[in-house]
């Protein structure tokens, strides 16, 4: 089997309202990371404050104070300065985000499945959760 070395990756923006994200989310995180799910390969606290001004902070600067001391970034620096202003735009005055790559573990598993048998992962398309959900919902509701 072809073993690549990194996977998919996804980037999330997670907004929330202040600076700190709360507990529950915080829990998820910690246990998608524990697990064989996902890895993080980045992340960043993006702030913007009611004047609009833009701040960042690094995992080094908060990984202590959100209690990921046991999390090792596989690869710090991915997410950039182009990534912070592209999705940064989207973060309310006064909120702010957690920008994260997460590496898809299963899907490296499956790409590399594929690619050892000569196939070519040509796209993927991704549904929202609540996209799903609604759509579900709703199809549910008509029968």
């Known amino acids: 089997m072809a073993e ?15 600076s700190r994200l709360d ?3 915080l829990e998820a995180l910690g246990e998608l990371m524990i697990g064989e799910a ?7 606290i993006v702030s913007r404050g009611d004047d609009g001004e833009v701040t960042v902070r690094e995992f080094e600067e908060f990984r ?18 182009e990534d912070v202003e592209e999705l940064g735009a989207s973060i309310p005055p006064g909120s702010s985000g957690a920008l994260l790559a997460l590496e898809l573990l299963f899907a490296k598993r499956l790409a590399s499945s594929f690619a050892a048998s000569g196939g070519e992962v040509l796209q993927v398309e991704r549904i929202p959760a609540q996209v799903v959900n609604d759509v579900l919902a709703e199809a549910s509701d008509e029968e």
């Open 64 to 81: 202590d104070e959100y209690g990921f001391t046991v999390v090792e970034l596989e690869a710090s620096g991915l997410l950039g300065d």
């Open 38 to 44: 996902v890895r993080l390969l980045d992340m960043l």
């Open 23 to 25: 507990d529950a989310t």
């Open 4 to 18: 690549f070395e990194y996977g998919p990756v996804d980037i999330y923006l997670i907004a929330f309202p202040g």
